[in-house]
């Protein structure tokens, strides 16, 4: 059974081998430089990177859904239900963000995505995909939804900025 195990042994020997010999062969500035630094340095400007790829990615697919839900609105002869499921969704998000507002604490000061409002546009998101799929596109929910995720993407453009992501803006 232990000659399974040899060939995993020599390779492991090989590369420790290997390493030590790359390691003799670098230079000593690259062995100084402070590498703990620059890959915090790289991990945060990935993060600040990732959170503006994601909230344009949702700008851009809500944009396009939501045109869409106003064609096919218009198609049925239902211009009445945008307007009212709008204004219906934007008061309902409202209403949720206040009470949510309550049970969970969200400070921004370290750094975190705003949880609270990630789980309202889940839940909007969630609501106008089953309105899609099980009802038949029921105009009206996806008026809410719309209303909804354009008034969770205006509580999101008001979240307090990080001094490290104003200079990725600018």
């Keep these: 059974m232990e000659h399974f ?3 995993a042994t020599n390779l492991i020997v090989f ?3 290997t390493k030590d010999k790359l390691w003799k062969l670098t230079p000593g500035s690259v ?15 990935l993060q600040i990177l990732g959170k503006e790829t994601l909230k344009w990615s949702f700008l851009a ?12 609105s218009l198609s049925r002869n239902k211009e009445l239900m945008i307007p009212f499921g709008v204004f219906v969704g934007i008061i309902i ?11 969970v604490l969200d400070d ?12 309202i546009s889940c839940f909007l998101v969630l609501v106008k995909v089953i ?7 029921n105009d009206f929910l996806l008026h809410c939804a719309n209303g909804g995720l354009m008034q969770v993407l205006w509580n999101w453009r008001n979240l307090p900025k990080l001094d490290g992501e104003k200079s ?3």
């Excluded at 630094?37 to 400007?45: G, I, Q, R, T």
């Excluded at 921004?108 to 789980?119: A, P």
């Design 31 to 45: 062995k100084s430089f402070p590498w703990k630094k620059a890959e915090s340095v790289a991990l945060h400007e």
């Design 93 to 103: 998000t409202k209403y949720v963000d206040q009470i949510s507002q309550e049970f």
């Design 5 to 7: 195990h040899e060939p």
């Design 131 to 137: 309105s899609m799929l099980f009802s038949g596109r």
């Design 108 to 119: 921004h000061k370290d750094g975190s995505i705003s949880w609270r409002i990630l789980g």
């Design 15 to 17: 590369l420790n081998y």
């Design 61 to 72: 697919w809500f944009a396009f859904s939501w045109l869409s839900d106003i064609l096919y």
């Design 168 to 170: 990725v803006e600018s």
